[in-house]
């Protein structure tokens, strides 16, 4: 049985703050700086104006011209969720974040944890949370948050059963609930363009007019239709190992690249560290105009070097898009430990194929196949010079 | 790649292979002496001196022949250039 919990408008939300007020009129997250222009969470006041959230700016200003623009805060969200998520880890739940206001986990092992039946578990969820939220279960992910969307506020739906009782329950329900997952949120339109209307008209579909149509993600979506969904897969404990520098006044350029640096060293001499290297950091800012700014930096490899980590955050900093009072640098996820060990033969030949190899794996990452090719003498001594060789994929 | 390929000279025919061979022909514009066929420009280049000039007779067996007659040039600005004119399709050709 998987449990799943949803707050709907979570980002929107925080974003607002103390605004509360602006949450009963059309008002929507405005597009985030450098993105796609496309607004975010909308408002249930800007839902009635037919206004959705991922709708290009436009369009959404065009149906409601009077709809409420909120600067985005990403950095905020993700603190509020991480709250979030540590309290519903609190009652012994493996949670399987999906998107900050949606998470699941399985009820399986709580059972007996929390009195022995479902309800109490979900009780305990909802007491942990101390924030208002839907809570819904069933036999899939799926068919957990189509329940968690027909919740009460304080009432959660349970659907039992297996996976014949998930079909049952989604059967009648719109395909609209398809947008509450990644893959499969484009599709509600050109479903009900087909005259598509309910989850049940879809899993009667023939499975190869849907892959035709509309492809894999077509074919998630008779998936989860039909009351099947992937297994979930809980985080991993995390773990917070952050610095903060608040900004004396707007600093740009150097100066800020000497702030970065700062938080750089003051990160890697935390002791928490534990030696360990850094695969992928977060930076985040406190913007002088209000909202935040935040984004996420994998380094291509485990890094513990401040100089290479200054070289991959540096350029981030010019992404910014206001000047900024507050500066952060946390941890996303650790790498293994630093060692710097030598070799007991010198394998400086096989160490350069081997870096040669990984600069190649990287060229193809970022430029595909093409990347990286070698010269293959395909008939040296031609007397027509383009038979002589040909370029062909590096290894 | 610009230009096309003169003569079906590379006889390699997939388009991936064609994409990621070396040395094509690129087309190039040449006047040529009417009496001898020796290149006078190149690209808007004037030809300084001639090194070399060769013909190339290929294939001639199959239902694609190759015949080109290639020029090694020296342009006024000390560029070394090779161009062929096609004799079966026509048209010169640069292919350095």
Redesign the interface.
């Known amino acids: 049985m998987v449990v799943c919990v949803l707050i709907p408008r979570f980002q929107l939300t925080v974003a607002v703050g103390d605004r509360e007020e602006l949450l009963g009129s059309p008002a929507a997250l405005a597009p985030e700086p450098g993105r796609e222009a496309r607004i975010g969470e909308v408002s249930l006041a800007a839902e009635a104006f037919g206004v959705r959230a991922g709708m290009p700016l436009g369009e959404a200003l065009s149906r409601c011209p009077q709809l409420t623009l909120v600067p985005p805060d990403p950095a905020g969200v993700a603190d509020a969720w991480e709250r979030l998520l540590v309290r519903l880890e609190s009652i012994g739940a493996a949670v399987a974040p999906e998107r900050p206001g949606l998470a699941s986990f399985a009820a399986q092992g709580l059972v007996r944890l929390h009195g022995g039946t479902l309800e109490r578990v979900l009780a305990a969820a909802r007491t942990a949370l101390r924030h208002p939220a839907r809570i819904g279960a069933g036999p899939s992910r799926f068919c957990a948050l189509a329940a968690a969307t027909r919740a009460r506020a304080r009432r959660p739906q349970i659907v039992l059963g297996d996976e014949r009782a998930a079909r049952d329950y989604l059967a009648p329900l719109p395909v609209a609930l398809l947008r509450g997952r990644d893959e499969t949120a484009a599709l509600p339109e050109a479903l009900a363009r087909l005259g598509v209307e309910t989850l049940g008209e879809l899993a009667a579909l023939p499975r190869s007019d849907v892959a035709d149509r509309f492809g894999a993600p077509g074919l998630l979506a008779r998936e989860l239709a039909q009351g099947r969904d992937g297994s979930l897969r809980p985080r991993e404990a995390p773990e917070r190992l952050e610095e903060e520098l608040e900004l004396p006044e707007a600093l740009s350029g150097a100066q800020l690249d000497r702030a970065l640096g700062l938080l750089v060293d003051r990160l890697l001499a935390r002791h928490e560290r534990r030696g360990r290297t850094l695969r992928a950091v977060v930076l985040a800012a406190t913007l002088v105009e209000g909202g935040t700014w935040r984004e996420q930096v994998p380094f291509r490899e485990a890094l513990s070097d401040p100089t290479r980590m200054r070289l991959a955050l540096a350029p981030r900093l010019a992404l910014l898009p206001a000047p900024a009072e507050r500066l952060r640098l946390a941890v996303v996820r650790f790498g293994p430990a630093a060692s710097d060990q030598r070799s007991l033969l010198d394998e400086a030949a096989a160490e350069r194929r081997e870096r040669l190899r990984e600069g190649v794996r990287q060229a193809r990452a970022a430029a595909g196949p093409?990347a990286a090719?070698r010269?293959l003498a395909?008939d040296p001594d031609s007397?027509?010079?383009?038979?002589?060789?040909?370029?062909?994929p590096f290894e | 790649m610009r230009g096309r390929?003169a003569g079906g000279?590379?006889?390699?025919t997939s388009a991936a292979?064609r994409r990621?061979?070396?040395?094509?022909?690129r087309r190039a514009r040449v006047r040529a002496d009417e009496r001898d066929g020796r290149p006078l420009l190149v690209d808007g280049r004037e030809v300084d001196a001639v090194r070399e000039s060769w013909l190339?007779e290929?294939r001639w067996w199959s239902e694609r022949p190759?015949r080109r007659r290639y020029w090694e040039v020296v342009t006024t600005c000390g560029r070394n250039v090779v161009v062929f004119h096609d004799l079966r399709e026509g048209g010169w050709f640069r292919?350095?």
């Open positions: 093409d090719l010269v395909v007397r027509v010079p383009e038979r002589r060789a040909v370029l062909t | 390929s000279g590379a006889g390699l292979v990621h061979r070396l040395a094509a022909p190339v290929d190759l292919q350095r």
